[in-house]
């Protein structure tokens, strides 16, 4: 059974840091590409990052791009997700999601616009971030 756990997620000023993790288990995480993926309230869900499975393609939602960044642990199965510069707008629930077809291409998904809930099907409980002063 695929399991995704987050952790991290806590109450930060804005222009502050956190580091998000998503441990993995239940299926080759290797093998598969991982997403971070947040919903603020009263909103859909949105696509944060996306990491192919060899660690060295990545891909950023414009409104993150050059704050956060994503990584990943093939030897420990973690994704992470290292947040700088936090505004108020990244307020949201953060999940760690995948496909659990080894061979989708999330990059692809993202870059395309598919909407998250139909390119990924497995997906932890999320860890909320709230920045507020």
């Known amino acids: 059974e695929v399991q995704l756990v987050e952790s991290g997620g806590n109450l930060v000023q804005p222009g502050g840091s956190l580091r998000l993790s998503c441990a993995a288990s239940?299926?080759?995480?290797?093998?598969?590409?991982m997403s971070w993926v947040r919903q603020a309230p009263g909103k859909g869900p949105e696509w944060v990052s996306v990491?192919?499975?060899?660690?060295?393609?990545?891909y950023y939602e414009d409104s993150v791009k050059g704050r956060f960044t994503i990584s990943r642990d093939n030897t420990y199965n973690t994704l992470y997700l290292q947040m700088n510069s936090l505004k108020t707008e990244d307020t949201a629930v953060y999940y760690c999601?995948?496909?659990?077809?080894?061979?989708?291409?999330?990059?692809?998904?993202?870059?395309?616009?598919?909407?998250?809930?139909?390119?990924?099907?497995?997906w932890g409980q999320g860890t909320l971030v709230t920045v507020s002063s």
């Open positions: 999601a995948t496909n659990k077809n080894p061979g989708q291409n999330l990059i692809r998904s993202m870059a395309r616009a598919i909407r998250p809930a139909n390119a990924l099907d497995a």
């Open positions: 239940g299926f080759t995480f290797s093998r598969h590409d």
């Open positions: 990491i192919n499975s060899g660690g060295y393609g990545t």
